[in-house]
């Protein structure tokens, strides 16, 4: 592929490639949720690398409900229930490129090699709007939205049926981010209320050999709404809020800038990239996930194209992918009439007012 240009190059064009993958997916806020099985908070489908078409179905199950005997009852006449539903979504292709332009002449100049400038500035690309997609899609708000999916601020009361008047009954003060409303969050992902017919399953994920599989939900906050837990709620300060009590060091789950502690069954985490919005005053949207909140589909995964232009002396370098990205919603319409709600998601408006 790398006829010329990379013809120097101390790794082959295959390597290459998959170090670029592989480097932009590691380096993904989201990807540390992402697994293959519905336990995952992001769900990653493969079935489109291996046959044709466009579009892929993901079943989506609820939680087990009934179904325990006990003594000399029979199972038999006395099972419970699983609901089943079916999530349809589409792939399309998703391309970054670069060029680079007389590159005998610039890399004769340069003390780097511009190839491998390129190859980074592709990988970072690629990481960017991986997460940018993903989150986007996660804070969709125009499908999946029922009561008692969504937290306003600190009140429940805050809620509207129309999402611009819940938005302006935010307030800059007592709606700032609070462990107390991060309860409440989560208590709308574990009961069923507010026109939500499921509940949302925590994400499950194995922390160590010695500590097996730990259950948790996931929030994640603006910097801004982390701003004001960390800074302005007394309880943030409490010595009961520690870092997952039993869990390997070394998971990334764990580390790093962004995790912030873990709190009454929540880990939570700070980015920078969950999105803002403005209303009578800036806010947050920060999201309470757990696990089939989102869907990443792949039908190919990244491959590099080169085009030659201008005598062999321009080079343009394409990253090509076909995937999907998108949250998942229980489609109950269809089956019993009840609103459609998002499968594993509560989304958590706080205020989040510059500094």
């Known amino acids: 592929m790398f006829t010329e240009i990379l013809s120097g190059q101390a790794i082959t064009p295959e390597v290459w490639i998959a170090e670029l993958n592989e480097e932009y997916l590691r380096q993904s806020f989201w990807m540390r949720w992402a697994g293959e ?22 079943q989506i199950r609820s939680q087990l409900q009934g179904g ?116 409440m969050a989560k ?10 017919v499921a509940k949302i399953r925590p994400y499950k994920v194995m922390v160590g050999e010695k500590e097996g599989v730990q259950e948790w939900f996931v929030y994640a906050a603006h910097t801004y709404s982390i701003r004001d837990l960390t800074r302005d709620d007394p309880a943030w300060k409490n010595p009961m809020l520690l870092i997952p009590p039993v869990s390997n060091p070394n998971n990334p789950l764990f580390t790093g800038a962004w995790f912030k502690g873990g709190y009454n069954g929540v880990l939570i985490y700070e980015w ?19 696990a089939q909140a989102g869907i990443v589909a792949w039908a190919q995964y990244g491959k590099i194209e080169e085009e030659v232009t201008n005598y ?5 370098l394409e990253h090509h992918e076909i995937n999907g990205i998108s949250k998942v919603v229980y489609d109950r319409n269809t089956v019993d009439g009840s609103s459609n709600e998002d499968n594993g998601l509560v989304h958590h408006f706080t205020a989040a007012v510059a500094d």
Not at 37 to 56: H, N, P
Not at 272 to 286: D, F, K, P
Not at 312 to 316: E, I, N, P, S, V
């Open 37 to 58: 099985g519905d336990s995952a908070i992001v769900q990653i489908r493969e079935d489109l690398t291996k046959a044709s078409g466009d579009a892929i179905n993901t």
């Open 68 to 183: 325990v005997v006990t003594g000399r009852t029979k199972s038999s006449g006395n099972e419970g229930k699983i609901d089943f539903f079916n999530f349809r979504m589409t792939v399309d292709d998703d391309k970054v490129s670069v060029k680079g332009e007389n590159m005998p002449m610039s890399q004769q100049r340069a003390a780097f090699s511009i190839i491998q400038s390129m190859r980074s500035g592709l990988s970072d690309k690629r990481k960017l709007r991986m997460d940018d997609r993903i989150t986007n899609a996660l804070s969709e708000t125009s499908t999946g939205r029922v009561r008692g999916r969504y937290l306003y601020g600190a009140l429940d009361s805050n809620w509207n049926a129309t999402h611009t008047t819940a938005l302006a009954n935010l307030d800059g003060t007592d709606d700032k981010l609070k462990l107390d409303h991060i309860d």
């Open 187 to 196: 208590r709308k992902a574990q009961l069923i209320s507010g026109n939500a």
């Open 272 to 290: 920078e990239g969950m999105l803002l919005g403005s209303s009578t005053i800036q806010y947050a949207h920060n999201l309470l996930m757990g």
């Open 312 to 316: 062999g002396k321009d080079l343009g």
